[in-house]
């Protein structure tokens, strides 16, 4: 590592890191296919339920109480999503007083 080039602590400083090239690592894979280790890592999942197109001036016309209409049928699935990703589909479903979805779909299993 190069030494700091100005006498104030937070200044940045410029190091040298080594070029490992393409190290594929040697040892068992970090979960050796024990996914018991993931078993309690929270995940945050959205529900798309529909999207709409407006022009920008459709947009700013829009107040209080106004419906946005969606391109989705009333009775289409719901998008699951994980990090913006879909991983399955549902059925929009009351919950007491939440909403709540009841899964239909889920991705097939891969061999």
């Known amino acids: 590592m ?4 100005d006498t104030n602590p937070s200044a940045p ?3 040298e890191l080594t070029d490992l090239g ?6 068992p894979n970090i979960l050796s296919g024990n996914l018991d280790a ?13 999207e709409a ?3 920008i001036g459709e947009l700013t016309r829009m107040r209080e109480e106004h ?6 049928l009333a009775d289409a699935p ?9 991983v399955a589909r549902g059925q929009l479903v009351a919950v007491d007083d939440h909403f709540g979805v009841r899964l239909t779909e889920l991705p ?4």
Not at 22 to 27: I, S, Y
Not at 67 to 72: P, T
Not at 78 to 86: A, N, P, T, W
Request: charged residues 20%.
């Open 38 to 50: 993931l078993q309690n890592v929270k995940v945050r999942l959205s529900v798309r339920v529909g």
């Open 13 to 15: 400083q410029i190091i």
């Open 78 to 86: 719901v998008d699951i999503l994980l990090e913006g990703h879909v």
């Open 53 to 55: 197109t407006l022009s």
């Open 2 to 5: 190069s030494k700091p080039t």
């Open 22 to 27: 393409q190290h594929t690592g040697h040892g």
């Open 67 to 72: 419906v946005i209409k969606l391109e989705s």
């Open 108 to 111: 097939k299993a891969t061999a």
